[in-house]
């Protein structure tokens, strides 16, 4: 069983940065596509980022494409978000997950998500 644990979230002011780690529990990381996801209260959970096994790949959401970029680390098995001039409407619980399959992970058909950070953005 993979487990992830995302931390880094916390309360900026607009236009601030905040950089979200999600540290998984895995010997097999660098095998997995990984996604990061979040959920406003009141609203479905909606895709962010994606990047690929090796990271030479990356997916954005339009919305925040140019300001958040995904990486990761296979080595120390963990993946990044940078956030870059955040906004009020960023806020939200960030969550990470991965997948084999890229279709799967874009499209968070997940069985199961873990606690999330929260990341409030103020205006």
């Known amino acids: 069983q993979v487990r992830l644990v995302e931390s880094g979230g916390g309360l900026v002011q607009a236009g601030e940065s905040l950089r979200l780690s999600c540290a998984a529990s895995t010997r097999t990381f660098s095998t997995y596509v990984l996604g990061w996801f979040r959920q406003a209260p009141g609203k479905e959970r909606e895709f962010v980022a994606a990047i690929t096994r090796s990271g030479g790949g990356t997916k954005y959401a339009d919305s925040v494409k140019g300001r958040f970029t995904i990486s990761r680390d296979n080595a120390e098995n963990t993946a990044y978000l940078q956030m870059n001039s955040l906004k009020p409407e960023d806020t939200a619980v960030y969550y990470c997950?991965?997948?084999?399959?890229?279709?799967?992970?874009?499209?968070?058909?997940?069985?199961?998500w873990g606690q999330g950070t929260q990341v409030t953005v103020a205006s």
């Open positions: 997950n991965v997948d084999f399959n890229f279709r799967t992970v874009v499209a968070g058909s997940f069985d199961s």
